[in-house]
């Protein structure tokens, strides 16, 4: 009890008026002739009962005014004790208040007060309601050593998901541990300014017993290839890897594992895949003339599934999502900071550019979580996170999504854990996170929901179904809490759930809004990382290796082709020279056998000439020899002229290579 409280042994003597008063209403007899009159035995006894209960009235009265002056100062000893309270809430176990110093907390408040105490570190979320009133007494929290039991934020359009985001990442920060999120509106660019206060918004922070103070983060800009303002994160179509990127681009089961054969053939060639360029140019070879046979021992590629996957490729080229695949390819390491004051460093991945893609950036999240699962060692169970993963609009990430990509993903959740990680998903509804994931979900915020249809009312009943066991009726409780309201439940310190509780929120002390330009412009100019990734890098790739391979066979197989036209026209020169050759030979035959026949004509008529030649004179005999000379030198001169002429001639110059070709 405060010094300055007067104990039950002070309280005033009752006053005299009201005995007085009870005196001078006793009835007097009046005098008689033989004296004074007196009054009655009853008379004096009823005055003097009356007496005794107006004393015991004023006690009362002033019992209960010191009540009042007690309640009093235990209320401004409170008051006086909040700010260092909220300062320490974050890393320091609950203080028990001195007996007699607040209000008595109901049942259920203290229970909730007890389930939410921890030894360790904690981030604060806000404090009890009971009957739509904030009890200050029973604070809500998530202890830090329970963070990489990932977690659920859940709840239906301008329900205040993002502000309790908001308030998680600030805490978070201040605990030291790093923390990402995606910014899809690019409201959580506030965080890298003040708050701004309000009397609505002091008032409600007084009534959950947060000392609100205007606060701006370390914030790291980030954007997607350079789309918007902040240091561009890019990665290469290798890392990204065929389960992924058939996600991004819609395929189907046997594309997605035909575009897997194109990235085993990559890897065994040794082609790197830094940008969709690369990709084009590794299927346009593999369905050519020149390519086609590299598949086929391991199933081939068809053209038409190649086709489905090229123009698939042009329609994200066409969305500018080019620009995320490359060099050089984002360090995921690089989220695991702190600011030179202690502070976890808030990586804010802006996302207001390409928020119309959704299936892109809720894929490319992914790999970022399936990164830091490939590179962060295992740590075990820590005190607190290495880093806290927000996964905002987790419903696209799983629409329409294969069984190997669920599979990767559920596998992922459970497994990065033992790194250090802490992931929440943030979604409408829970049904949105297939059962396998959210079964590893062991944190939950849950803002209002919606039933407006009979779809609603089911996901309702099956919401209110995965809670621990409360003394609520959630399905009234969730379609009825007010903004930044939520039923909490999380994993104590010992794993065991702790008590379901309506709780109201805190707010955020950085800014409730998106950060002005000048802020941003100063937050991006100062980053550490932009130096490294700003500025694209295009090396050797796929693409140019491909094209030179090209153009050396294009190059072999024209100098085949000429090799080959060379030799076809040897084969006919050849052949000509053969045809030629028997066409002479079979001329020189039958010049042979004109002249065998020419002779044996001429040898006879010689005969014949000779035995008619006795009988004749001198005269004749001249005139004969010389019709002997003129009849034998006729096939002579035939041969001479065919054989010397022709013959001899074409013989000649084919010899010396002077014949007319």
Known sequence: MPDDVPGPDALPEPSATPAGAAADSIPVRDAGPSGPATPSVAELRAAAAAARAEA???????????????????????HAAAPAAVAASAAAPPVARPAGSAPSLSPWAAAVAAGYRFAGGSVPLGALVEDGVATAGAPVGLPLAMMNRHGLVAGATGTGKTKTLQVMAEHLSEAGVPVFVADVKGDLSGLAAPGVSSEKLLERTASIGQEWAARAYPVELLTLGGLGQGTPIRTTVTDFGPLLLSKVLGLNATQ??????VFHWADAQGLALL??????????YLVGDEGKAELRGIGGLSAATAGVILREIVGLQAQGADVFFGEPAFDVSDLLRRSPDGRGVISALELPAVQDRPALFSTFLMWLLAELFQVLP????????RLVFFFDEAHLLFTDASDDFLTQVTQTVRLIRSKGVGVFFVTQSPKDVPPDVLAQLGNRVQHALRAYTPDDAKALRAAARTFPTSPYDLEELLTTLGTGEAVVTVLGEEGVPTPVAWTRLRAPQSLMAPAPADVLAAAVSGSPLAARYTQAVDRESAYELL?????????EQEAAEAAERAAEEARDRASAAQREAADRAK??????????????TSSRRSGASRGSGASRGSGASRGSGASRRTS?????????????TQLGREITRSIFGTRRR
Request: net charge negative.
């Open 56 to 78: 015991a009235q004023a006690r009362a009265e002033a019992a209960e005014a010191l009540a009042d002056a007690a309640q009093a100062a235990a209320d401004a000893a409170e």
């Open 256 to 261: 997605e594992s035909s575009l897997g054969l």
């Open 275 to 284: 940008d969709l360029r690369d990709l084009q140019a590794a299927l346009a």
């Open 378 to 385: 295992e740590v075990g169970d820590v005190a607190e996170p």
């Open 547 to 555: 094209q030179r391979r090209a153009k050396a066979t294009a190059r």
């Open 587 to 600: 001329e020189l035959e039958r010049i042979e056998r004109d002249l065998r026949r020419g002779s044996g």
């Open 632 to 644: 034998t030198s006729s096939p002579l001169d035939s041969f001479l002229r065919s054989a010397g």
